[in-house]
């Protein structure tokens, strides 16, 4: 505790939780937002493709879209460093926050899996397996859940006491 109490407590947390510039809090959960719209969005779009929507797309293409996801992922990792630090007390202490990490882990994994299932040699335009659907079906489940327990976060456990939300 003493450790996270530290983080909480050092100039750069209190910039980005007190400062009140628009480069602080507002710029990073900005930063935030469009890491995840690029890492859940196009993650959506090649689940959806799996699950037999747009099947007049070519799959093949679609496998360029997993860097740009890393890239998603990165930009939201490091800005979710920089928000957690904030408040490092209460996030470390959440079970919902540590739930989210644990969802976020799994939506990974799935996504690794999937493009592993979908791209290996030799990649083609089949129909996808029942592997690779069940594979999107979990993403989009991992996904939605991560995104909702972000949000609770604010709302429920220790940071929504420290904030007077009830």
Do not use: C
């Amino acid at each position: 505790m003493d450790l996270l109490r530290a983080i909480e407590a050092s100039h750069f947390s209190e910039w980005v939780r007190e400062s009140g510039s628009i480069w602080s809090y507002p710029t990073i959960i900005f930063v935030h937002s469009v890491g995840l719209a690029i890492i859940v969005g196009l993650s959506t779009a090649i689940d959806l493709r799996v699950l037999g929507f747009a099947a007049d797309l070519p799959m093949a293409p679609m496998e360029k879209l997993f860097p740009i996801m890393w890239a998603g992922f990165w930009v939201n990792a490091i800005s979710g460093v920089f928000l957690a630090a904030a408040d490092a007390p209460a996030m470390m202490t959440s079970w919902l926050f540590l739930l989210k990490m644990a969802i976020i882990g799994f939506a990974l994994v799935t996504m690794a899996f999937l493009r592993r299932a979908l791209f290996r040699p030799p990649a083609s335009d089949r129909v996808a397996s029942g592997t690779s659907r069940a594979l999107a079906m979990a993403s989009l489940l991992l996904w939605t859940a991560a995104i909702t327990a972000g949000r609770l976060t604010a709302y429920l456990g220790p940071s929504a006491d420290i904030k007077g939300v009830h």
